[in-house]
């Protein structure tokens, strides 16, 4: 069981927003950590989409945005394109200093 | 433009010591504000963080795999390496090496490379 909690799977037609959510607890995410988000399409490393709960790394569309709150963060992406399928993870520290992770959700792009 | 590269066995017998070596190119290890770290990824499953090396030679393991942990910097050869002991076929999984900045994500990421727990 993953320390961050997100849900397995979201979809959403072309064109829509879709959201997807980290839940986290007073130790990590509540205790002021940031929360970075990370894209993973099959057969490849994870690429890192959203760092310090809102900023997008060089080259990320601004489709994809990041928000944190309280002991919860999210990620958004507006105008889903078929290449936006994939798995994405949300990831944070906790107060050992330790990286956690989310279980991670796969979003279908219908 | 950095790259990172895994080497190290695709077979590792159950109680056996794991060993991996990230070689880092287009930039220096021992860089400030640097860490390096090592993520896995079992077969179907999420991501795990392992552990990682800050440039100063800080060292921040998960608590679950404390134990049977070790990662370390040669900086001689601009690699960092980990070592895992006592694995079992729980430990099989795809190994990533990666860097980051301080107060960012990891950025940076090799392939990976797959490791079997196996006799």
């Known amino acids: 069981q993953s320390v961050l909690t997100q849900p397995p799977s979201v979809s959403g037609a072309p064109g829509q927003r879709v959201t997807i959510s980290c839940t986290g607890s007073?130790?990590?995410?509540?205790?002021?950590?940031?929360v970075h988000w990370y894209q993973q399409l099959p057969g490849t490393a994870p690429k890192l989409l959203i760092y310090?709960?809102?900023n997008r790394p060089s080259g990320v569309p601004d489709r994809f945005s990041g928000s944190k709150s309280g002991t919860s963060a999210s990620l958004a992406i507006s105008g889903l394109q078929a290449e936006d399928e994939a798995d994405y993870y949300c990831?944070?520290?906790?107060?050992?200093?330790?990286?956690?992770f989310g279980g991670g959700t796969k979003l279908t792009v219908l | 433009q950095l790259q990172l590269q895994e080497s190290g066995p695709g077979l590792v017998k159950p109680s056996e010591t794991l060993s991996l070596t990230c070689t880092v190119s287009?930039?220096?290890?021992?860089?400030?504000?640097?860490?390096w770290g090592w993520i896995r990824q079992p077969p179907g499953k999420g991501l795990e963080w392992i552990g990682s090396?800050?440039?100063?030679?800080?060292?921040y393991y998960n608590p679950s795999l404390k134990s049977r942990v070790t990662i370390s910097v040669d900086t001689s050869k601009n690699q960092f390496s980990l070592k895992l002991s006592s694995v079992t076929a729980a430990d099989t999984a795809v190994y990533y090496c990666?860097?980051?900045?301080?107060?960012?994500?990891?950025?940076?990421w090799g392939q990976g490379t797959l490791v079997t727990v196996s006799s």
């Open positions: 990666a860097r980051r900045r301080t107060s960012s994500g990891w950025n940076y």
């Open positions: 287009g930039g220096s290890i021992s860089s400030s504000s640097y860490y």
């Open positions: 090396i800050y440039y100063s030679g800080s060292t």
């Open positions: 007073s130790s990590n995410i509540g205790a002021g950590y940031d």
């Open positions: 310090g709960n809102s």
């Open positions: 990831q944070s520290y906790d107060s050992s200093l330790s990286g956690v």
